[in-house]
């Protein structure tokens, strides 16, 4: 029968719907990968160890302009994570609202220091769960002369400080057929700086946004700078989202050798706009080792960073690099 275990422990896929009513769909339980689930657990259990592992949820959810209803939908998701033993929640992008123009995206944001993020901080602190907020409409100190906002990742610990902020810096402006124009910069200034990595208790955090996966020097420059884990909080389109999405991501994490996380908005938002959905968590091999379906749910997924540095050493890619010939793609933060 061990035969057949193809999944060592880094790799445990778990999927978990999500048992509050206010949840309109659940992410389904991915069948084939059961057994393997099941019979890894009993290996693992002679054998010890990957229980040990720090677990992280990722959360996905359909936001609409209704700031309360999205707050109650993500604290729920978050509560439950805390539940099955996860230290660290991944929200995606504009977790916070979805509008339904650039006037009420203006409207309805605020700033880091507002009621919003206060409610995350006590949530937080009373579930005791690190958080990645994956896209909050900040408005920034320019609010009074700019009237636009920064698209910001906001990276609580377990006692609710904020620890680290990464300000969207690829906006996305795009016209696809059949997808609506998104035209980012309308209501979002650019962040001016790539943030250092940073530490948690399930690794070493590079921090980006959503569109930004599509610019492979982004993810370069924050393994250089000693990321072991990349966060990519989206609301990805319908359109690109089956051909790009999981390509994408996957190659983020073969090319960087890091984790990817990449919690996503699902579903319709209002009557403009949909949302791809799967989130996932990709390891370093590029498996994906976690999914949610195309509701809104959450799934989980050990980081096991013992594995990433075995992979880094049987696979050198960074000693065998030729800046000689085609410069730093990725240069050192500060
Ligand atoms: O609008 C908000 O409130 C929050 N921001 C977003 O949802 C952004 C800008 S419209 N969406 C993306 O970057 C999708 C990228 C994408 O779909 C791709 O790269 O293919």
Redesign the pocket.
């Known amino acids: 029968m061990l035969g057949f275990i193809i999944r060592p422990p880094h790799q445990l896929l778990s999927l978990l719907s999500c048992p509050g009513l206010r949840i309109p769909r659940f992410s389904v339980l991915c069948a084939p990968l059961r057994p393997a689930y099941t019979i890894h657990r009993l290996r693992t259990m002679a054998v010890s160890s990957s229980w040990e592992l720090p677990l992280v949820a990722v959360c996905q959810v359909t936001s609409t302009p209704d700031k309360e209803q999205n707050f109650k939908t993500c604290a729920e998701l978050i509560r439950e994570a805390a539940r099955l033993g996860a230290c660290l929640a991944f929200l995606p992008?504009?977790f916070d609202?979805?509008?339904r123009d650039p006037e009420e995206?203006q409207r309805l944001s605020e700033p880091l220091g507002g009621n919003l993020l206060e409610e995350y901080t006590q949530l937080a602190r009373e579930c005791g769960l690190w958080l990645s907020l994956g896209?909050f409409?900040e408005r920034g100190q320019d609010w009074e002369q700019t009237q636009k906002i920064y698209?910001c990742h906001v990276i609580l610990n377990n006692k609710g400080s904020v620890v680290a902020t990464y300000r969207k810096t690829h906006?996305?402006d795009?016209e696809?057929p059949g997808q609506g124009p998104?035209?980012?910069s309308n209501?979002?200034i650019p962040g001016p700086s790539l943030e250092s990595p940073i530490s948690t208790p399930a690794g070493k955090i590079g921090l980006a946004?959503?569109?930004d996966?599509?610019f492979p020097e982004l993810s370069l420059a924050l393994v250089q700078a000693g990321a072991e884990i990349l966060t990519y909080p989206?609301?990805?389109?319908s359109v690109?989202?089956p051909a790009?999405w999981e390509v994408l991501l996957r190659a983020r994490a073969i090319e960087t050798q890091c984790y990817v996380v990449a919690a996503a908005?699902c579903g319709r938002h209002h009557e403009k706009r949909a949302s791809?959905g799967h989130s996932m968590v990709v390891d370093p091999w590029g498996t994906v080792v976690a999914r949610c379906s195309e509701g809104p749910g959450l799934c989980l997924a050990r980081i096991d960073l013992n594995y990433l540095q075995q992979l880094r050493k049987q696979l050198p890619v960074f000693q065998h690099r030729r800046p000689d010939l085609y410069g730093n793609l990725g240069h050192p933060l500060s």
């Open positions: 992008e504009a609202f979805i509008a995206t896209g409409h698209n906006l996305c795009v696809i998104m035209r980012e209501s979002t946004i959503c569109y996966m599509r989206s609301a990805f389109g690109t989202g790009h908005q791809y």
